[in-house]
């Protein structure tokens, strides 16, 4: 087992803000620049840091009125990590479809009323789908082919009143290393140059 959730609680005291509201997507075999092409967006800026990306963010959603999303990407390995500061473009299928094909897509959000979901595509197949606060709900081709993974990286599975409802984000950041093999830290995170562009939210512009 690659890691569990007390491996990711530096998450929310390392960045508060984007723990607030954040899509993180992980993207095998692209270069930052091909995933904002193939989300319909061109380099736009270059900032350093996890953190440095909420400003621009904030300025793009006034901008664009929520029809264009701002996204920063980086590289991580052979992956591509883009991070959206209280975006969601992670989470529609007529953006993660397309750019999963021929690769493997792993994404997972959270908004600030503690909405959540976790998506595993390969090749354009949505082979996972469920919500951390509520792991039991899945769907996807193949919605319990991860249950004792989701169950070792801590995720509790019971449906009864005395569930555990703690960690489940970051349960999500362990159980998308598994998928993936890339473990992020904090100092990946700050150090890490992102390619930023805005991408159109599909069937908004």
């Not at 990306?53 to 901008?63: D, G």
């Not at 992956?79 to 989470?91: K, Q, S, V």
């Amino acid at each position: 087992m690659s890691a569990t959730a007390p491996d990711y609680t530096w998450f929310s005291d390392r960045f508060p803000g984007l723990m607030e509201a954040y899509c993180l997507t992980l993207v095998k075999g692209l270069t930052p620049d091909g995933l904002l092409d193939r989300l319909g967006a061109r380099e736009e800026c270059r900032v350093t840091g996890a953190e440095e990306l909420l400003e621009p963010a904030h300025h793009a959603w006034e901008e664009h009125q929520g029809d264009r999303l701002f996204v920063g990407a980086t590289a991580v390995g052979d992956w591509t990590l883009a991070i959206e500061p209280n975006g969601y473009l992670g989470t529609l299928d007529e953006a993660i479809i397309p750019l999963s094909k021929g690769t493997r897509l792993v994404s997972h959000f959270r908004n600030v009323n503690a909405g959540d979901h976790f998506f595993w595509l390969d090749d354009g197949d949505l082979r996972l789908h469920f919500e951390p606060l509520f792991p039991t709900g899945r769907d996807g081709s193949d919605p319990d082919g991860l249950v004792e993974v989701m169950r070792q990286v801590g995720f509790d599975l019971s449906e009864d009143a005395d569930a555990s409802y703690e960690l489940h984000t970051e349960a999500a950041f362990a159980l998308a290393e598994h998928l993936t093999g890339i473990r992020l830290t904090p100092e990946l995170l700050e150090s890490a140059t992102y390619v930023c562009g805005t991408a159109p939210v599909p069937g908004r512009c």
